[in-house]
């Protein structure tokens, strides 16, 4: 049995990752902000220390992508430096670390998938703190750091694109829908499940692509949203980019390759849209 320590724990990847390792009998800490602010060297050390930890997951980020760019010291203090604490915490305790990360260390103006190892270059203050993130990992835990970068999320707890169409579906609203910005919508019970399985296998340290395969659109994803809950297709219109201006650029392209996983014994996540078959009667339920 290994002992897991899941920062950022109450969201809705480190809810699902908490789930999975107790079902499958493994031992879990989860630690909300309250329970410890990874921004915070001397906790961090501190409570590795305590709860000595075999694997580290760091669901823990800043995530406001638009704030981002005007408190851009702020959201590095979260997804770079803290990542820095962790990883040098855990060199210190012998534990693997995971950083969760972002499609928007990309410049998203790509034509075909993002390869693992491809040029970083991201466009915008979220990933820019993102990338130094990784950075970090990397640099203190050279053997033992696994990067998992993912995009477009959905699950069963807290709020989502996914459950924002549900809900207004369900209500029968209309909705303007983005069709210039292409990804893979992915579930987060999907990728704890490769999280777990990287550590189970004994895979190799390095950076990993945690998306579901193929790609869409958001207008696209609205779409089946709407279809599955039975709703008309017609109240979902696409639109530009240009119609939702947001202070932080959004990638037109976020399709992420997923080379490393064959290539250490493990499949990369299925289809999207099986996946949201998979996860539709959890999110009908959702909190």
């Not at 490393?260 to 539709?280: N, Q, S, V």
């Amino acid at each position: 049995m290994r002992t897991w320590l899941i920062t950022g724990a109450d969201g809705m990847l480190g809810r699902d990752l908490a789930e999975l390792l107790a079902d499958a009998d493994e031992r879990v800490i989860g630690l909300n902000r309250a329970g410890l602010d990874v921004t915070d060297a001397a906790a961090v050390g501190a409570a590795l220390e305590r709860h000595r930890p075999d694997v580290v997951v760091n669901c823990a980020a800043w995530t406001a992508v638009d704030d981002a760019e005007a408190r851009e010291d702020e959201a590095l203090a979260v997804n770079g430096h803290a990542v820095g604490y962790l990883a040098g915490a855990c060199a210190a305790g012998a534990a693997a670390l995971v950083q969760v990360s972002t499609d928007y260390v990309f410049d998203g103006l790509a034509t075909d998938p993002y390869p693992e190892d491809h040029r970083t270059g991201p466009r915008g203050a979220y990933g820019r703190t993102k990338l130094a993130g990784e950075r970090a990992a990397r640099s203190a835990l050279a053997d033992n750091a696994y990067v998992v970068r993912t995009a477009w999320l959905y699950g069963a707890h807290g709020s989502s694109f996914v459950a924002t169409m549900l809900a207004r579906a369900r209500a029968g609203k209309p909705v303007s829908v983005v069709d210039d910005q292409r990804g893979q919508p992915t579930w987060t019970a999907d990728v704890a499940a490769q999280i777990h399985a990287l550590i189970a296998t004994a895979a190799p340290a390095g950076t990993y692509h945690a998306t579901s395969s193929g790609e869409t659109t958001w207008f696209g994803l609205a779409r089946e949203v709407y279809a599955r809950a039975g709703a008309d297709l017609d109240l979902v219109t696409p639109c530009t980019s240009a119609a939702f201006p947001r202070p932080a650029p959004r990638p037109a392209y976020s399709v992420l390759g997923h080379d490393a996983w064959p290539a250490c014994g493990i499949k990369p996540i299925g289809d999207w849209r099986d996946a949201l078959d998979r996860a539709f009667p959890a999110m009908l339920g959702s909190d």
